[in-house]
């Protein structure tokens, strides 16, 4: 292209010194040629009105390249916005954009969105409001969100597509699926993959199994093909649900289809197997990598320590220090954890050293780790002067790890601190409730338990329903505590009679301490145990034959008595047991448990 020069630009005709900004803008790649550009036409002195021509496209060019350079290009877009005299509802849309990316907190974007309506002109439009709520859906930012729901609504935007996928993605992101849906069911014209995606991805990450593979389904009858961003949804659904052979049949689904397995939907096939307990198959994937980055790297990490293979993990995290890889706040959750596996404090110690000399600042979830490390290792004094000195207040995580650890200890003055504290956090979770009563429970402090139901009752704390799942024949099969809504109930019921049996024989004394595992529900207890995990389990024996593994995912803490029955089971009738819990991995087989009764 003939480079102009300041004397030919003035002499030029408007629309030719417009052409020629959109086709100097056009040819940059990035941010820094973009800067370029914008010296090259400073230079020109151009005519006003020309000059905010150009601002206006180096805008709108800076706002499509902001998804990928961030903060430098959302400052920059702020920049060049000031600059344009009276910016248009296109110059407007531009800045929101740029200002939407993940890296800037939707405030940002609001404000500017607000700024438009003060100015009373020009009027937003569906790319406003769809941006805006990009932003929303980024951060995430619900209620922000929710308001431009409202004023697209006012405004008669919101059967725009633009607005509806962004509605769509705002309320799947938030996790409302609901609301999600509705604006699902109500899109016209067909749903494109886009919309598509979404919506399957808001149901995996609430983990509705069914829900999201059904919708899944629905999608390949409507002729929708998926593609890497769908897939990794549905794995996600897979990994949060424990549903093992489903994520076996996407996977299939996935090689059949050739569906290119990039960065990222290598490191969800990791994360969905390992958290499925198929560590052997997230290291097949792992090893078949061509590139690796931190996430690859710290989800196989993770999984190895969640599996108690302490070897493999550290093993793996010394030769990610060899290859130069960074490792991050993550990475350190697998490395600590798989020290707290296997009571490696000295090692654990050293870590803690490593991670800050790298100058990566120790998240919550990292102080959590290294509390459990050191009460793992029944250095209860160290781990509560470790929490007393942590730089951030301790979560609720920290306090019940704390509390369990003090259950056989004599440290009351642990236990009063900590629960006070942990009753401040979440007065409303009916978890501590439990926690604390079978703790006092288990000291024999009946005073104290009831004064705990009291005060859960008093504070109207809403029973959180236990709820299992197990997945026979790829569908998803869940129970909550004393289920009769489950067609097969009638034999499952048999089966827990037989259970009871055994169990008996086997010498084992029900421990009532555990009646208030199901908060609220203690009245429905039966002689004949029905937490949800044991129902789980009892269909699990009666639907499948060794050496099929009876494989149980549990959205709270494991109830003490099962885990004990769980155990005899195994032995009993000689079959492999793996419940995830809330917290962990526990794998029973010939009468022993793989946590070492610690979780
Ligand atoms: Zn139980
Ligand atoms: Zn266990």
Same mark, same amino acid.
């Given at each position: 292209m003939h480079r102009l020069k300041p004397h030919e630009a003035a002499s030029l005709p408007r629309e030719v010194l417009e052409a020629h900004v959109?086709?100097?803008?056009?040819?940059?790649?990035?941010?820094?040629?973009?800067?370029?550009?914008?010296? @090259?036409? &400073? =230079?020109?002195?151009? *005519? !006003?009105?020309?000059?905010?021509?150009?601002?206006?496209? +180096?805008? #709108?060019?800076? $706002?499509?390249?902001?998804a990928t350079t961030t903060t430098a290009a959302a400052f920059y877009a702020r920049n060049l916005f000031d600059q344009i005299p009276d910016p248009t509802a296109f110059c407007f849309n531009s800045l929101i954009r740029a200002l939407s990316t993940a890296g800037s907190p939707a405030a940002d974007?609001?404000?500017?969105?607000? @700024?438009? &309506? =003060?100015?009373?002109? *020009? !009027?937003?439009?569906?790319?406003?409001?769809?941006?805006? +709520?990009? #932003?929303?859906? $980024?951060?995430?930012?619900?209620?922000?969100?929710?308001?431009?729901?409202?004023?697209?609504?006012?405004?008669?935007?919101?059967?725009?597509?633009?607005?509806?996928?962004?509605?769509l993605n705002l309320y799947a992101k938030c996790e409302d699926v609901a609301l999600a849906r509705t604006v699902f069911d109500g899109m016209v014209g067909d749903k494109n993959l886009v919309a598509w995606s979404a919506m399957i991805g808001g149901y995996s990450r609430v983990g509705m199994v069914n829900e999201a593979l059904g919708l899944f389904r629905e999608m390949q009858a409507a002729g929708v093909e998926p593609d890497e961003v769908t897939m990794v949804s549905v794995i996600l659904a897979c990994a949060k649900a424990g549903a093992l052979d489903l994520g076996r049949w996407v996977h299939a689904y996935i090689d059949r289809k050739g569906i290119t397995i990039d960065l990222e939907l290598s490191t969800a096939l990791i994360d969905m197997y390992a958290k499925c307990g198929l560590i052997e198959r997230a290291r097949g994937v792992f090893d078949a990598m061509v590139e690796r980055d931190t996430k690859a790297w710290s989800a196989m990490?993770?999984?190895?320590?969640?599996?108690?293979?302490?070897?493999?993990?550290?093993?793996?995290?010394?030769?990610?220090?060899?290859?130069?890889?960074?490792?991050?706040?993550?990475?350190?959750i697998g490395v600590l954890s798989a020290c707290a596996h296997s009571?490696?404090?000295?090692?654990?110690?050293?870590?803690?050293?490593?991670?800050?000399?790298?100058?990566?600042?120790?998240?919550?979830?990292?102080?959590?780790?290294?509390?459990?490390?050191?009460?793992?290792?029944?250095?209860?004094?160290?781990?509560?002067?470790?929490?007393?000195?942590?730089?951030?207040?301790?979560?609720?995580?920290?306090w019940r790890t704390l509390l369990v650890a003090s259950k056989s200890s004599n440290r009351i003055d642990i236990v009063e601190s900590a629960s006070k504290r942990l009753l401040e956090l979440e007065p409303l979770n009916p978890e501590n409730y439990v926690l604390l009563s079978n703790l006092y429970a288990s000291n024999s402090q009946w005073d104290r338990v009831s004064y705990m139901r009291k005060k859960m009752k008093g504070n109207n704390v809403t029973a959180l329903a236990g709820c299992s799942s197990i997945e026979i024949n790829g569908y998803l099969h869940k129970f909550v505590v004393s289920d009769d809504s489950h067609p097969d109930i009638k034999q499952i019921r048999l089966v827990l009679r037989e259970i009871a049996d055994r169990v008996l024989r086997a010498g084992h004394k029900p421990?009532?301490?555990?009646?208030?595992?199901?908060?609220?529900?203690?009245?429905?207890?039966?002689?004949?145990?029905?937490?949800?995990?044991?129902?789980?389990?009892?269909?699990?024996?009666?639907?499948?034959?060794?050496?099929?593994?009876?494989?149980?995912?549990k959205n709270l803490?494991?109830?003490?008595?099962?885990?004990?029955?769980?155990?005899?089971?195994?032995?009993?009738?000689?079959?492999?047991?793996?419940?995830?819990?809330?917290?962990?991995?526990?794998?029973?087989?010939?009468?022993?448990?793989?946590?070492?009764?610690?979780?």
């Open positions: 959109v086709s100097l803008v056009r040819q940059c790649p990035d941010l820094l040629a973009l800067r370029g550009a914008h010296a @090259r036409l &400073l =230079r020109l002195r151009l *005519p !006003r009105l020309t000059a905010a021509f150009a601002l206006s496209k +180096l805008l #709108a060019s800076c $706002a499509a390249s902001a974007s609001f404000l500017v969105y607000r @700024r438009m &309506l =003060r100015a009373g002109s *020009p !009027r937003p439009n569906s790319f406003t409001l769809a941006f805006g +709520l990009k #932003a929303c859906s $980024a951060a995430p930012a619900p209620g922000e969100g929710r308001q431009l729901h409202a004023q697209a609504f006012r405004q008669g935007l919101e059967p725009s597509p633009y607005v509806q996928t962004g509605l990490i993770v999984g190895l320590a969640i599996h108690g293979l302490v070897e493999d993990a550290l093993g793996l995290f010394s030769r990610m220090l060899e290859l130069k890889v960074r490792p991050n706040n993550v990475t350190f009571g490696l404090v000295d090692d654990g110690r050293r870590y803690w050293s490593t991670m800050q000399n790298l100058g990566i600042k120790p998240s919550m979830e990292n102080y959590g780790c290294m509390v459990d490390l050191l009460c793992r290792s029944g250095l209860l004094d160290d781990a509560y002067s470790f929490v007393t000195v942590m730089p951030i207040s301790p979560n609720s995580v920290i421990w009532t301490a555990a009646v208030l595992h199901d908060v609220g529900e203690e009245e429905k207890e039966v002689a004949l145990c029905e937490h949800s995990e044991r129902l789980a389990i009892a269909y699990g024996l009666l639907k499948t034959k060794a050496p099929h593994v009876i494989r149980v995912v803490r494991f109830c003490p008595d099962c885990h004990e029955v769980a155990k005899i089971i195994s032995k009993s009738y000689n079959r492999e047991i793996i419940v995830r819990d809330r917290v962990r991995f526990h794998k029973f087989m010939g009468g022993n448990c793989s946590c070492k009764d610690f979780w």
